[in-house]
């Protein structure tokens, strides 16, 4: 699992020059429309596909089901039944949001230690990025052991070690990497420490925060996910997925399937929006719309 | 600002300053040596020689950034290090050093905050200098909307906006093309002669250090020495046409003989040898 380092935030310095003057909001509106476009068109095509074309090519239904079938389980396990899809969705999102602010803190933590000590930097470091490269879902079964299967803290906990590292990874970059002459500028002015924290290194590395938050969002449901395959609350996500499965009903697991990936796109979409809010500037550099 | 212990003194003061940079490896590179140089109180004083003459050093030196390897620097009476402190300088580098997620007007209030000046005084400072350096339309724009001339004059208006009793620029025009470079020497002209500040200077260009200065300090390198002094006696205040001037055309060729003795290769436009110090890039540098 890559921790996708700041791919975005990672070249200030190749920031594309624009005109002194605004007036590209009013066009941008109308190209990110226009951007959108092709994208939808396949999609819709690929719907239309797999709804006419797969008894074309008859595909069985419990290999791939149709959207329609989808559809009706969709309405017909919303919130009641044994696999009642809502309180499922629910449980496993609280897992996830509840890890997602765990392990979120826990690496912006870790990320001000590594920047702040250059020892827990040399220890911590190379630490940090070994353990990156450990397939953290292994440890699923363990932290069910741990913290009890049906206690949800053994999923958010999955989602929380899941979420630790690219946000302390990237968080410490963005701390670090600030430019030599805005240290020299501020070492003219006499400013402390806390002051350069304050008004150079916590701005700098807002840009690499939001990108591991797009990243860890997506990490935590997949933590919680998986937490919730290796047992716990019949009513979860994860549950509902291997059960389904396991009684053959797989437009069922599809629908759970979908709620997982709705939720993702929720979050992930929430984060993009608070960037946007946060630091305005961060887009209107890489010459986003 | 402050208040020298002789208001008729030299505002810098540096004898006998030597750097020599030990790499770790054995190589030990000699930047300077045996510097001696006094800047009187509201002089313009350029630093020119060839790549490696230590100017950017010396100039660093002055400004406290780092520490002379021996010898003394005396800022208005006080160490380098206790001017900084008291917040004597004002800085401007090759790059402008600004602040993407702060507006232009932000980036100027900056040293002001944290001198910790009042809202009221911070936003009338920075709005003043912001119009002496002709931006006063641009208060609201982030610096990557801005031209690389303008964002220049940011870095300046930023570097005046808390009154120094001293400026130091370091190639603040190096990144510039030749036709932005001579509007902004005429501006620097013309803020120094309204703001009365004392400004030392480092440049690659023998034209501009002309220009600009009361005197000019050529260097040479490997170690880097003064090699000749250059008192510039153009009338002020200088114009366009000062560029024509007879007097200015003897001044330019005496410079670029200074800087040919001392060993220095020449172009035609009258740039010293050597691109212009690359520009300084991230550096992982310790927080701690």
Redesign the interface.
């Given at each position: 699992m890559s921790v996708g380092l700041s791919p975005a935030a990672s070249s200030?310095?190749s920031?594309?020059?624009?005109?002194?003057?605004?007036g590209r909001a009013g066009r941008a509106g109308r190209q990110s429309l226009a951007a959108y476009l092709p994208a939808a068109i396949v999609l819709v095509a690929v719907f239309l596909l797999l709804e006419y074309g797969l008894s074309a090519l008859q595909i069985e239904s419990f290999l791939l089901p149709k959207p329609s079938a989808i559809a009706a389980s969709l309405a017909a396990n919303w919130s009641t039944g044994r696999f009642a899809l809502v309180p499922a969705a629910v449980a496993t999102l609280q897992e996830a949001l509840l890890g997602l602010v765990i392990g979120t803190v826990a690496g912006l933590l870790a990320a001000f230690a590594t920047?702040?000590?250059?020892?827990s930097?040399q220890f911590l470091l190379p630490i940090a990025i070994a353990a990156n490269a450990i397939p953290i879902v292994a440890f699923a079964p363990l932290l069910n052991n741990w913290f009890g299967l049906l206690n949800p803290f053994s999923k958010a906990m999955m989602a929380a070690v899941l979420v630790f590292f690219p946000v302390m990874a990237n968080v410490t970059r963005g701390?670090?990497?600030?430019?030599?002459?805005?240290?020299?500028?501020?070492?003219?002015?006499?400013?402390s420490?806390w002051?350069?924290?304050r008004?150079?290194?916590i701005?700098n590395a807002?840009p690499f925060f939001f990108t591991a938050m797009k990243i860890a969002t997506t990490l935590s449901l997949i933590g919680a996910i998986v937490g919730d395959y290796f047992g716990g609350s019949l009513s979860s996500l994860g549950r509902r997925i291997v059960e389904s499965a396991a009684s053959l009903k797989f437009d069922v697991t599809w629908s759970a399937i979908l709620f997982g990936a709705v939720s993702g796109m929720v979050l992930y979409a929430l984060v993009v929006l608070a960037e946007r809010l946060v630091?305005p500037?961060?887009a209107?550099?890489r010459g986003d719309t | 600002m402050t208040n020298a212990q002789d208001p008729n003194g030299p505002v810098v003061r540096i004898a006998g300053v030597d750097k020599t940079f030990d790499r770790g490896d054995g190589v030990v590179t000699h930047a300077l040596e045996g510097i001696d140089l006094e800047v009187a109180r509201g002089e313009f004083v350029s630093l020119i020689g060839p790549s490696g003459c230590g100017k950017s050093t010396l100039l660093r030196i002055v400004?406290d950034?780092i520490s002379p390897t021996s010898g003394t620097v005396l800022v208005s009476g006080k160490t380098a290090e206790r001017a900084?402190?008291?917040?004597d300088?004002?800085?401007v580098?090759q790059?402008p050093?600004l602040?993407?997620?702060r507006t232009v007007e932000d980036n100027v209030k900056?040293?002001l905050?944290?001198?910790g000046l009042d809202s009221t005084t911070r936003t009338k400072r920075a709005r003043e200098m912001l119009d002496l350096v002709e931006l006063g339309d641009?208060l609201k724009?982030?610096p990557?909307?801005?031209?690389g001339g303008?964002q220049q004059r940011v870095a300046i208006a930023r570097a005046l906006a808390f009154q120094p009793s001293i400026l130091l620029m370091d190639e603040p025009f190096g990144a510039l093309d030749e036709m932005t470079r001579e509007r902004m020497n005429s501006e620097v002209l013309r803020i120094w002669e309204r703001t009365a500040t004392t400004i030392l200077f480092v440049t690659h260009s023998i034209p501009e250090a002309v220009f600009l200065s009361s005197r000019v300090v050529v260097m040479s390198a490997r170690p880097g020495r003064i090699t000749k002094i250059v008192d510039v006696d153009l009338p002020r205040p200088r114009t366009e046409d000062s560029r024509e001037a007879p007097l200015y055309f003897e001044l330019v060729t005496e410079v670029r003989e200074a800087l040919r003795s001392g060993g220095a290769e020449l172009d035609d436009s009258g740039t010293v040898g050597g691109a212009p110090s690359a520009e300084?890039?991230?550096?992982?540098?310790?927080?701690?």
């Open positions: 200030p310095a920031k594309g020059r624009v005109g002194p003057r605004g920047a702040r000590w250059a020892t930097r701390l670090v990497q600030v430019e030599l002459g805005s240290l020299e500028l501020m070492r003219s002015y006499a400013a420490e002051t350069i924290l008004k150079v290194r701005p807002l630091i500037w961060a209107a550099l | 400004g950034l900084r402190m008291d917040r300088y004002g800085m580098f790059a050093v602040f993407d997620w900056l040293p905050e944290i001198l641009f724009h982030h990557y909307q801005l031209s303008m300084r890039t991230m550096a992982e540098g310790s927080v701690g």
